[in-house]
């Protein structure tokens, strides 16, 4: 079963357990999301360097886990992709394993974002190029701009006006968002 969500984890350590392509993928992906990010792999990608992240060039120890909020493993190693896993599931972190999603409790999805709006797409499975396909295609159906701040800002106009005013309110502006996402009425 499958909870969607949009989580608000700023400066909040993350791990991520290996150093190569997906590693560097992950790294990118949670530092953008304002995640302190902390990598540590025998082998490091020098991109990983270059970016600034925090690197420990070593294999990974259990101490390793210690307060982390997000764990990603993605070694080569089954063995131990699977160990951190269960040892960081068992802290309670979120936890990714790349070479087999269902064996932890994340799947990063393929995400869009367009002026505050985010879609993220889930196969559900193993198939990151069906995710991305339909993030192409969602993208062709999104308009190019839309008017967040100042329908945020007529939405709350409404919600201070009394209930038939209100209502009167949120029915327009209902109609003006769906004319303008190109749906009718
Ligand atoms: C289960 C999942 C991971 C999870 O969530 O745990 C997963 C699994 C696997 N991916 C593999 C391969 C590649 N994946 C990508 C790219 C992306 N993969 C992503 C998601 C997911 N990939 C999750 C399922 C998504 C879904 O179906 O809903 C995206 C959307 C998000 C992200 O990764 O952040 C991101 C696009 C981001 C973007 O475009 O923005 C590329 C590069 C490319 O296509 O450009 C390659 C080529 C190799 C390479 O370059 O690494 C392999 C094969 C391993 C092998 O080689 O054997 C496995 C494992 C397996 O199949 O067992
Ligand atoms: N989810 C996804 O998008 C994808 C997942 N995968 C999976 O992710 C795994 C990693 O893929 P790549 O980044 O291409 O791997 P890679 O083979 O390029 O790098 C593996 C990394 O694991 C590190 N490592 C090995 N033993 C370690 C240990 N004991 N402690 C810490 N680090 C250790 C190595 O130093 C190296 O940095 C693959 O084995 C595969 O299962 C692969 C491609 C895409």
Do not use: Y
């Amino acid at each position: 079963m499958n909870l969607a969500a949009i989580l608000h984890l700023d400066s909040e350590p993350a791990l991520i357990v290996g150093g190569g392509p997906v590693a560097l993928r992950r790294a990118v992906t949670l530092k953008t999301a304002g995640l302190r990010v902390r990598v540590i792999a025998p082998d490091l990608l020098p991109e990983l360097l270059a970016l600034g992240f925090d690197c420990c060039q070593r294999a990974f120890e259990p101490a390793d886990l210690a307060g982390m909020r997000i764990v990603v493993a993605c070694t080569s190693s089954p063995v131990v992709n699977a160990e951190v896993t269960r040892l960081a599931l068992a802290l309670g972190a979120l936890v990714n394993h790349a070479g087999e999603a269902g064996a932890g409790n994340l799947r990063f999805p393929a995400v869009l974002e367009r002026g505050g709006v985010t879609v993220a797409i889930s196969t559900g499975s193993e198939l990151p190029m069906l995710a991305q396909a339909l993030r192409e295609k969602v993208a062709l159906s999104l308009p190019e701009a839309l008017p967040l701040p100042a329908w945020t800002a007529q939405r709350d106009a409404a919600l201070s006006l009394g209930a038939d005013a209100r209502q009167a309110a949120m029915s327009d502006l209902r109609a003006e968002i769906r004319a303008a996402v190109g749906l009718g009425a």
